[in-house]
Every structure is written in structure tokens, then in C-alpha cells.
């Protein structure tokens, strides 16, 4: 068989195997090759790949170690994928891994994933977005070993006030707390914690407050694998006074439906 010498990097999705998206299913089920990301990523996720697939975990490996073990395996005609956590364009060292592929002349597909932060929210019942309180969402981290670029400090962020989905944080609970406030949010503003979100058995939903998360989380012992979500949303399940969207109003036109018409 011939064809350009490729690797797909594939999103497995937040951890539940049946999240990983049908194009990246049917890649796995072809695949002569998986690298997958081993510290989150589900080794059920290579669960359909055939008897003949090379699998390797690469949570021991280095980036030049990975980047030379995917250019070895790229042979025209090969299925080679790097399987990664959630979507590989979130905190997922892409472009790092990307850029040496190009210079090997290896050519590169990416298949998103379903990201913990959507997964978080999915498992809570709960909306990114509401219309009158927010409609915008930060997908963000809390300043650890890796520094912030300018003008991106959590206080910055968290001064619009909108959603806040903080990957890679959940040890950084004081800072959470203390920047947040600084930014005015209140001591009573609603925080979700989950942990493995979507792994069957696994996954752990805490509810708490900017003023007592920590505490919440530390009785859990909650303290690696976590979607941190402060949100002006979160609750709205049991408001009496939700604001409706307008695409579902009687009285609003758009391409596919006409306003009734009223009576008056
Ligand atoms: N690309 C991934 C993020 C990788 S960074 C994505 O799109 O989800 C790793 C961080 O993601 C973790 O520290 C945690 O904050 C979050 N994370 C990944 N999987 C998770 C899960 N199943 N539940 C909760 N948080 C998760």
C-alpha cells in the first residue's frame, strides 16, 4: 500500500472509552501503531485496536523520545496515532510534538477530542453558557511551574466574571480562592470540583463554595485529576427565575421558524 507517511493525533476524550469521537474509533480499529498519553488516558481506550497494533505508553518518555518513535513507525500505508487525553489542542504539548513530524517530512491529521471541561460539566448537569448571565467561557490554568503570559492572570480572567474552567489547578486551591475574590467574587460564589470525570466507577462530583471548596476537597482527598469550574451558571437547575433562551421563544423569528403571530 502506498500513501504519505501520517500520524493522527486522536482525542480519547475525557476518560469514559465510549467518549472518543466515531472517526477516532474507527482510526484505533486500523491503527499499526498507538502512543498513548498513559498518566489520564484509559489504556481501555486502545481497547479496538487489532492484535498486530504496536502499543506503547509514553508516560516514562521524553518529547524527543516520542517524536522519534512516531517518525519511526510513520511508513506510507501505516496508521500510526498519538492518542491524547481530552482534545489534544488543550494543554496537550501539540505543536511541540507537530514540529518535528514537519521537519521529518511526516505528514499530520488531528481528530479532536471531547474535553474535561465539557465532560465535567455534562456529568454536574450543568451550562457553560446561560443567556443574561454568561455567555462567555475562560478555559484556563492557575499559574504553577508554568508561567502566564501577560495580561492572562487569574485575576485578569476572572474579572469578566464569567465561566471559568481551570485545568491543572485542583493543588492551587488558595490561589483560586484569593484571586477570585480579589476579582469580586463572593465567599458564597458556587465552585464544581470533578474528579476523572466520566471514568465508570471512578468519577467524584463535589459541590461547594469559593469560601469552603478546599476544605471539601481535602476530606475527599481529592487532589490530582480534577476540573475545577467556578461559574455564575452553575446551580441554575433549580432556579425558579431562568432566563429563557430566545431561540426557543414563541415570539422570535429566525431562519427556520416564524414568531406566532399575537392576537392584538
Ligand atoms: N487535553 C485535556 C487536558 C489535559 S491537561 C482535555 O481536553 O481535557 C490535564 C488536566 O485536564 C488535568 O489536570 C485536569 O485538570 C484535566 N482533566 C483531564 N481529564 C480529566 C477528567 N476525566 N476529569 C477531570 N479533569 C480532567
Not at 487532589?223 to 432566563?243: C, E, F
Amino acid at each position: 500500500m502506498t500513501g504519505l507517511a501520517k500520524v493522527w493525533f486522536v482525542g480519547a476524550g475525557p476518560g469514559d472509552p465510549d467518549l472518543i469521537t466515531v472517526k477516532g474509533r474507527d482510526l484505533i480499529a486500523k491503527a499499526d501503531a498507538i502512543l498513548f498519553a498513559g498518566s489520564l488516558v484509559q489504556q481501555a481506550a486502545t481497547q479496538w485496536a487489532p492484535a498486530h497494533c504496536a502499543i506503547k505508553d509514553s508516560k516514562d518518555m521524553t518529547l524527543e523520545q516520542i517524536t522519534d518513535w512516531l517518525i519511526a513507525q510513520a511508513q506510507p500505508g501505516k496508521t500510526v496515532i498519538r492518542l491524547q487525553t481530552g482534545d489534544p489542542g488543550l494543554y496537550g504539548a501539540l505543536i511541540e510534538m507537530v514540529q518535528p513530524l514537519d521537519k521529518a517530512g511526516v505528514a499530520v491529521e488531528v481528530v479532536p477530542g471531547v474535553s474535561s471541561a465539557m465532560a465535567a460539566m455534562a456529568c454536574a448537569v450543568e451550562s457553560l453558557t446561560l443567556p443574561e448571565v454568561t455567555q462567555t467561557v475562560i478555559l484556563t490554568r492557575v499559574e504553577g511551574r508554568t508561567p502566564m503570559p501577560e495580561g492572562e492572570s487569574l485575576r485578569e480572567l476572572a474579572g469578566h466574571h464569567s465561566t471559568l474552567c481551570l485545568f491543572l489547578s485542583i493543588t492551587l486551591l488558595p490561589t483560586i480562592e484569593r484571586e477570585l475574590k480579589a476579582a469580586g467574587w463572593t465567599d458564597e460564589s458556587p465552585v464544581l470540583v470533578v474528579h476523572k470525570a466520566s471514568w465508570p466507577g471512578e468519577q467524584h462530583i463535589i459541590r461547594g463554595t469559593l469560601a469552603d471548596i478546599r476544605e471539601r476537597c481535602r476530606a475527599a482527598k481529592i487532589n490530582s485529576q480534577a476540573m475545577i469550574v467556578v461559574s455564575p451558571t452553575l446551580g441554575a437547575r433549580h432556579w425558579p427565575d431562568l432566563k429563557k433562551s430566545k431561540l426557543y421563544d414563541a415570539g422570535f423569528t429566525h431562519r427556520f421558524r416564524r414568531a406566532e403571530q399575537s392576537d392584538s
